[in-house]
């Protein structure tokens, strides 16, 4: 059993990652920031229309890492790019805007932005709204959310990494829908996590998102370099016009447990 409902590979938006990804069939993360029109305007709508899942994320964590700014007007515009030109947008899961670890410019942003997640919410898609830690509890704040978009019909984002929402906090949130923003791996502290959003609220969907691409680059590069000789050997029988793609497509389809942790699935069940 999979203890989420959805686990979304990321760091694939570069063409020939995404391509193996969808190759794979597996839910896949982008940053909206990096995706080519390619993959804006044709690659991520037709593998949505097709039942696929893509958490599209805005990269502001990276933008906290490296101090830089973010357009959010850019950000936002390229979500609803996607949105429009799928026929399922509910497929479609994107990050509304937020500063990692400061509660009060998350909710400034959200307030100044809001007619446009709204926009987004009302056209069909799963906007994940992070909740950050600060002075408001994590309850109230989702409170504050609901306020401010007018619509519970959000899913609650929980920090994991930097400014990671502790435990003791996650028992205590009520909502329809979570997503855990940037862990999958089953240690302790994810498997407690879990716990507390499941047994606080055993109706509601639980998502999660982490760079599967990194954890997995030497294992890409072995695969793609065995990928090359072969086709330089003219051995048939690919799919994928780049060695790369061919290579995530393999790597994907031999780590299908990734993001499972069977214990817990027994201690939920």
Known sequence: MIQLDAVFRSGMSSKSDLRGAIEAGVPVGVVAGKLTSAAMFLTIPRYLDRGGKCFCDSGAFSSFLSGEQMDWADILQRYDSLAL????????YVVAPDKVGDQDETLRLLAAWSHR????IEQGCKVIVPIQCGRLSGQALIDMVAG???TRQFIVGIPSNRAAMPIDE???????????????????EQRARIQSLRRGNPAAA???????????MGTICDLTEA????????????????????????????????GVDRQLALELS
């Open 117 to 120: 997640v709204r926009s987004l």
């Open 85 to 92: 030109m799928t026929e399922t947008p509910g497929n479609l």
């Open 170 to 188: 996650c028992r205590k949130l009520r909502h329809s829908a979570f997503h855990i923003l940037g862990q999958v791996q089953a240690d302790v």
């Open 227 to 258: 990928e090359r000789a072969d086709r330089r050997q003219g051995k048939a029988g690919f799919t994928l016009d780049h060695p790369r793609a061919a290579a995530v497509t393999k790597a994907l389809l031999a780590d299908p447990l990734w």
């Open 206 to 216: 639980v998502t999660a998102d982490a760079n599967w691409m990194r954890s997995q």
């Open 148 to 150: 401010i978009l007018q």
